[in-house]
Every structure is written in C-alpha cells, then in structure tokens.
C-alpha cells in the first residue's frame, strides 16, 4: 500500500468505521436501559443439516478441543481459560456448533458433559469476550444452543431450564442491539437468521420474531445476487448459509407462518450456484476465501435440492463462469472485488481459473489455508497463489496491512483489528464475454488492476473442444500509452496435488501424468515453460506440496502468449520423457 490511491482510501475507511464505533458505543449505552426479553418456552429445536461425529464427543470428554486445524488439550481445566490458537478456533468453540457431536453421542455422558461446558462458558466469564460477543459468534452460538436444545435440556432441572431461557433472551438483545449500532453486512445477515431461528422456535418473541424476518428479507436481497451467488464473491459462504437457511424455510413451515419471499428466493438460486463451483471429485473450486471442502457436508446439503439442479454456466453478477465438454470442466473468475466490507477473504485472483478432467483436477489456485499465520494467509490472496498472469509479482489486488508510515500503520492496524484484511483497491473494469462455435465453448474477459501501476490490462481467451480434449488459452497484455520498459508478466498454472510435471522439447512442451495415469501435454507459443514448486494449500492437514508452470515474457517484447492442454489418446511413461515427446 505504497501508492498514495490507497493510501487515502485507507484514511476514508478509518474515518467510517470510527463513526460506526462511535454509533456502537452509544447504542450500548442506550441498550443498558432496557432489560433482554425472555421467552416462555422452547417450541421446538430445528434440525442441524451439518454431519457430526460421536468419535469427537470422546475427544471433548477427555479435554482434547480440535477446531480449524488447531487442537489444546485441557488437562482437567476449562477449556475457555486458554487463549485461543487462531481466530478461527476461538470463533468455532464460542460458536458451540461442536455440540451436535455431542448430541450424536446419545449418552447421558454427552449431555451432562454439553450442559456443563454450556453453564460453564455463560458463568465463568472465561475466555476472549471480545472474539466471543462479536455479531458472527454471538449468531452461532444462539443457533447452536436451540438447534441441540434437546441435548442441553434433557435431564436438566427447572432452574437450569429458566437460566438457558433467560440466556436465549440475552443473545436476542445483543444481537438486536448490534445490528441498530451498524454491524458490517455479513454479521447483520448472520444476526437476522439467528434472530429469526430464536424467534420461531421460542414461545414469546413474536415482535422479535416480526423485526428479525424484515431483516432477513432485506439482507437476503442486499447480499443473495441474482444468480444465487454472495456479494462477497466466496463459495464457502454460499454453503454455510444454505446450512442455516435451509432448516430456517423449514421452521416457517412448521409454525405456518408465512416464508419471505426472499428467503425462498434465495435458496432456489444458491444451489444451481453451488454446482458451479463443483468439480468431478465433489470438491468446490477455490476463489476467494474458499478452502477445505467438506464432501460430506456438501453431499448432505445438495440432497436438500428438490429440484436436482443443474449447475448454472454464467453467473454474470457473481463473477463466474463455467465451461464444460465430455469429462472436462473449467471455471473461471471473472469478476472484480467484491464491496469492502465483505472482502476480508477476497483475493487477486482476477482471471484465474481451475481445470478438471472427471475426478480428477489438474489446474487449480493454492486457495485458502485452514491451518496457516497471518503471514501465509495473506500469501494465498495474492496473484501469485492463483493460475493467472501478475505483472512484476504485484498483486492486482491491495489489501490492508502494516506497511507504510506511521500513521499508516496504526489506522491498518486498528482496522484490522475492527474490520479485517480487507481490499483498498482492485480491478476496476472487468469484462467477460462467452460464445459457443461450432460447439467449442469461448470464454473472453480482460481486467484493469495493472493499469494505475504499469499502464497495462490483461486479457485472457479459453476455448475448449466440443469433446473436452483440448484447452486452449490466449493472454494479451496491452497499453495505450506504451509499455513500461521494466515490466515482466508472470503466467502461472498451479498443478493440483499428484500431478507429475516434466519438461520435453526443450521446453516447448510440459507432460502432465494426473494420478489416475491420465496423460495431458501443455504447450505453449512463442515462450519456453518452466516447471516450478508450489504448494496447495487448501488440506485438512496444513499443506502439500506441489508444482507450477509457469510463463515468464516482458509486454513490451511479447503482447501474446498462447498456450494449450491437450489430452494424450495414451497413458504417458514419465521415465521414458523424450520417447514419449516423439510420438506426440
């Protein structure tokens, strides 16, 4: 955040969240003078669409607290008197969704164990509040504690039943109160679904009930685009609403009250979208923020879809498109950054793409990591990490950090803290244009993030064969006011975990041998390839590593690049590279 653009709009976004710090502390203030309402009684608990495992129920038993690729063992003390190993862990035990594995346990060990960790976390007034009072937790946790109400309750004493009454109350008030102090988009969606589950299955909050499902409404249209994709331009969040909204149409059935229209609405379009992004082994195509894929969770969730959707192909206001041919897939990111308030997961990752070939992939971005620092996380949203051209390893995105001056880095520093690692600036045009001849799919599109910098734009062609056996691709760096002297464009192909990479005719061509012995060749025009490490880093288990094509060529000597994958009617020996290079 060197350039001075971004240095000012790193001072404007100061300037607005302190006035919404401002507005927060007074509605606080305010808040203190009414008292939290108190339902009567717990109607019914919805159903918790994500799997659980009894396995874990042992785990927690025994002290041993596994979250987000994190884990502490408690040695007999509570487990909120540690301080959380990353955000993410401490989001996921304040959040309680971990009680549906005790649930699934079935004993009465389980429940016991569930009802005293949850009197425990309200009374000791252990652990990060601050992380845990925030609107996204506080959501969690009140969907969490009515979905396993039953757990929680049973066998559970009057007093016991009237405190976690009077605990749902406070969560209401909280949240209530957090979206009048202006919480940030995503948290008043989260909010308004919370609201609204406490509403319909709680005896006695029918005005909160009334409140919570204008919010809805209006979030949902605010936040669900037109082809079911979120504003913020991430896959995993379309999953984990569908989570919660799923169950949420359920319960308006149940107490036959009338559903908003925005909330069918939304649905209906969410799962085409979710199927946009799936791939052939079942797993989601990692852009902006997506990571790890569940497949169980994804299984069970697209067993909801009553219509067995077919995945939409253009998904104009999300960003999105999808080419598929036979066995082959390829989708592509072809929008700019999303607003900045739900951009703290967003990345640089304009015109990347992820190919596939049946279950198998072969191209992919290094995407989100669910075990990492803030060192690598930022990394995975830079250009590089992604399967598209950078221009001097610059990332076309710049996202707020501590560089810069002193007053710089105190205003980033008290921003990330209050709103994340959020995007400054980005591409600001972002075209894309798709066409199908003689039943070859063509997707075109072209973005402005190197343009401020170094006066060049970026445009990129796929085109794949009506049988998916070949991809072929164009980048094209142009400028209309000359090309700096100095500027070097980077093409990157990520290859996904398994895939064996080797170099054959001096370059002009890459054999790729995928696990399952599929055999591709890459080639390119008029540039040699390099095959470089690199890692993916969307795995359960921290990393793999991995390797990369990549494209090296200056702008202002080469403008075009073209290059094609090509599947091999054979499978391809990688010992024997040059035998195998002549029958080519």
Known sequence: MDFGPDRWRLYRLSLREAGRAMRESLVWSLSRLSSAPVPTRLLFAPQDLRTADPTIAT?????????????????????????????????????????????????????????SLVDEFVTSKLGDRRLACSPEVTARRLMSFISQSPLILEGADHAFYQRFLKLIGQHVRNLERQVRAGALP???????????????????????????????????????????????????????????????????????????????????????MVRLFRHGDGTLSHFNGMGVTAPDHLATLLTYDDMRSQPIHHAPHSGYERLEAGRTLVVADVGAPPPRPLSQEATAGCLSFEFSSAAQRIVVNCGMPQIAGSTIIQASRSTVAHSTASINDVSSCQIVDKKGGWLQRRVSAWLLRRVGPVILSGPERVTAERSEREHAQSLTASHDGYKARFGITHERRWQLAPK?????????????????????????????????????????????????????????????????????????????????????????????????????????????????????
């Not at 502490?72 to 549906?100: C, D, K, M, N």
């Not at 169950?247 to 229209?261: G, H, Y």
């Open 186 to 272: 995503y948290q008043q969606l989260m909010a308004a679904i919370a609201l609204c589950y406490a509403g319909l299955c709680c005896e006695g909050l029918d005005r909160n009930l009334r409140r919570a499902s204008r919010l809805l409404a209006r979030e949902l249209d605010r936040q669900i685009l037109a082809d079911g994709g979120h504003v913020s331009r991430n896959p995993r969040i379309v999953v984990e609403l569908l989570f919660d909204l799923l169950p949420l149409r359920q319960m308006f059935a149940s107490r036959e009250i009338d559903t908003p229209d925005a909330l069918l609405r939304s649905i209906d379009r969410m799962l085409p």
């Open 468 to 584: 998916g056996n070949v991809l072929e691709g164009e980048d094209n760096f142009w400028s209309e006011g000359g090309y700096p002297g100095t500027a070097q464009a980077t093409i990157r192909f990520h290859l996904a975990p398994g895939i064996k990479a080797s170099r054959a005719q001096g370059g002009r061509v890459v054999m790729l041998v995928l696990p399952n012995r599929e055999a591709w060749q890459f080639s390119a025009i008029p540039v040699e390839a390099e095959i470089e490490d690199s890692v993916f880093l969307a795995t359960a288990d921290g990393l793999r590593r991995t390797e990369q094509i990549v494209l090296t060529v200056r702008p202002s000597e080469t403008p075009t690049v073209r290059w094609r994958f090509e599947r091999l009617a054979r499978t391809f020996d990688p010992s024997q590279p040059q035998e195998q290079a002549e029958l080519i």
């Open 59 to 115: 785990d927690i038993y025994s002290g041993f607290f596994a979250f987000s690729g994190r884990a502490i063992t408690t040695g007999g003390r509570s487990p909120f008197a540690f301080v959380p190993p990353s955000r993410a862990w401490g989001e996921a035990l304040y959040g309680f969704g971990w009680l549906r594995h005790l649930r699934a346990a079935g004993t009465a060990l389980a429940q016991a164990n569930a009802r």
